[in-house]
Every structure is written in C-alpha cells, then in structure tokens.
C-alpha cells in the first residue's frame, strides 16, 4: 500500500490551499480495506498531532479543535483519494502535512494507530 501526499506549498496567511492523498498498490482494497483516512502534521520541535480524519464510507469525520471551521475532509473513493481544503490559513498551520491509513475504526486521533503512511508534503504559511 503507497499513500502519496501532494498539494502543499507557501501560502499567505488567510489563504487556502488542497491536499491530496491517493492510495496504490496491489494490497490495497484486495488484503487492506482502510476504515480510516486521516491527515496528521509535524512542525519542527514538535511532535506530529492529529489533523482531520474521514471514514471509507464518508460517514464520519473527524477534526482536531484548531482547524474547525476551516479545515473541510472530503474523500473521492472511484478515485482512492482523501482531500483536505484548508482555508483561512494561519502562520501555526504551518508543519509537514501527513496522509496514513487504518484498517478500523477505533482511536482515530492516534498515531500509533494507523498502519499506512505517505511521505508528508510542506506547508508553510507566511505572517
């Protein structure tokens, strides 16, 4: 199973922007059906901290409190891929932005719980 993350970049503070996570490989959906796709970030010092997190079956999503309201999860499943827009940007926003996949549905916030993860693509958002 290969997550590849892309749509990061420099942006001002109060802009958006979209990632994209898309899942591959031959395991998946044939020996790994993900319950949940989720989106973590790591800024520098810090540790990596739950973002957003979606269910399979778009049923449920899920957001840290800090992003609320600006941040939307969406996923396209014909597609294998999970969206995160994010808009109204700030400069704390800023982190390496993570895509990973787990097989249920429990403790979706946790880190250690997910069994797939993409290489992470940059965000940085200027003051």
């Known amino acids: 199973v290969q997550l590849q993350a892309s749509g990061g970049g420099l942006v001002q503070t109060g802009g958006s922007l979209r990632l994209s996570c898309t899942a591959s490989g031959r395991a998946f959906r044939r020996t790994f059906t993900p319950s949940v796709m989720g989106w973590f970030r790591q800024a520098p010092g810090k540790e990596r901290e739950f973002v957003s997190a979606?269910?399979?079956?778009?049923?449920?999503?899920y957001y840290t409190d800090s992003v609320k309201g600006r941040f939307t999860i969406s996923r396209d499943g014909a597609k294998n891929t999970v969206f995160l827009q994010m808009n109204s940007l700030k400069p704390e926003d800023t982190a390496v932005y993570y895509c990973?996949?787990?097989?249920?549905?429990?403790?979706?916030?946790?880190?250690?719980?997910?069994?797939?993860w993409g290489q992470g693509t940059q965000v940085t958002v200027s003051s």
């Open positions: 979606i269910t399979w079956s778009a049923d449920s999503t």
């Open positions: 990973a996949a787990k097989r249920d549905r429990y403790d979706v916030y946790s880190p250690g719980d997910y069994d797939y």
